[in-house]
């Protein structure tokens, strides 16, 4: 589900490169707005009282300064999380609070391939990182999601070598570490980044 975030409020915003994370705060039940804090000597203070806002980090998929536009993709799966059963029901005019962008990652340009992998939640970083390689870079890219219906089309200027895997009834990244572990890699240096739900890193690989 693709929420888009605009108002005046974001002048000034900018993003730090592609797969950077911004954290989203989303209203309590029952709140219009989410309650936002100051900040105090030893950090931010909430208002006595008041139920605290949900916090999440997400990485934004498309930033426009122009037109003062954020998209964030925020998977659905039910009401199983406050920010999946927000998103749902979120509705034009709908507030939220996203707090300053954080760290982003630098594609190795003297890499001679690129591992992405990842499941859903990890599709709008992969996609930012696939739309910054040059015509020159390999990627090998494995992205796990429930089934063909969850399926993106990933633009990029690189060679991309894409596989979809379908989750069905697996356990959530068991087929990604799979994939992953029987991936034939190229000869050279590689630079693999890798992030789920659960796990999110960068790494050297050599073959």
Excluded: M
């Excluded at 429930?146 to 596989?163: K, N, Y």
Aim: charged letters at 20%; aromatic letters at 6%.
């Amino acid at each position: 589900c693709r929420i888009t975030v605009c108002g005046e409020e974001l002048a000034g915003f900018s993003t730090q490169g592609v797969a950077g994370h911004v954290r989203v705060l989303l209203p309590a039940p029952g709140q219009e707005a989410p309650a936002l804090p100051t900040w105090g000597p030893d950090g931010p203070v909430y208002p006595q009282g008041v139920p605290r806002p949900t916090s999440r980090a997400y990485t934004p998929r498309r930033w426009d300064p122009q037109s003062l536009e954020l998209d964030i993709d925020f998977v659905l799966h039910g009401d199983n999380g406050p920010a999946s059963a927000w998103a749902a029901r979120a509705e034009a005019g709908g507030k939220l609070a996203v707090v300053a962008p954080r760290r982003a990652y630098q594609p190795d340009p003297s890499a001679d391939w690129h591992l992405l992998a990842g499941d859903e939640s990890a599709l709008p970083a992969i996609a930012t990182i696939l739309e910054v390689l040059p015509a020159a870079a390999r990627a090998l890219v494995y992205v796990e999601v429930l089934d063909a219906a969850e399926e993106q089309i990933l633009p990029s200027p690189a060679r991309v070598e894409l596989h979809w895997l379908h989750r069905g009834d697996a356990a959530p990244g068991a087929r990604l570490e799979s994939a992953v572990r029987a991936a034939k890699l190229p000869e050279g240096n590689g630079r693999a980044w890798v992030a789920c739900a659960i796990l999110r890193s960068t790494s050297t690989i050599h073959s």
